[in-house]
């Protein structure tokens, strides 16, 4: 069993479905988009460039997006928090995942597409 599933089912429910969820829409946006692991973590890259990163948050244990270019993302419901680089994009476990997640994908994988962010 690879690292990139020991992850999902080594989490609770419903931190387990919300993060499967989570790992299908990402990899849906673009076929170029692959994933491995990083700092024991899933990290999905655009043409091998780290994009976004899922994890947990420590105190509340609820599932979110990283985005590693986020200083370039304006979206309210990202959160910078003491970063200089990176954006979170939290999930509520227990409801629906919001549809503008695709919409801040999206915008993110542009940078990498338009060549803000560079590519190989």
């Not at 043409?47 to 985005?67: E, H």
């Not at 990176?86 to 995942?97: A, H, L, Q, S």
């Not at 997640?101 to 060549?115: Q, T, V």
């Amino acid at each position: 069993m690879s690292s990139n599933n020991n992850f999902y089912l080594n989490q609770q429910e419903p931190n387990q479905s919300c993060l499967l969820a989570l790992r299908q829409i990402i990899l849906a946006q673009d076929e170029l988009i692959t994933e491995t692991t990083k700092y024991g973590m899933p990290c999905f890259c655009y043409k091998n460039k780290m994009f976004c990163y899922l994890w947990t948050d420590k105190k509340s244990n609820d599932p979110y997006i990283l985005m590693v270019e986020g200083k370039h993302l304006h979206h309210p419901r990202l959160e910078t928090g003491s970063r200089a680089r990176m954006k979170i994009f939290r999930v509520n476990p227990n409801e629906d995942i919001p549809k503008d997640i695709e919409l801040i994908l999206n915008e993110a994988l542009d940078l990498y597409r338009n060549g803000v962010i560079k590519v190989k």
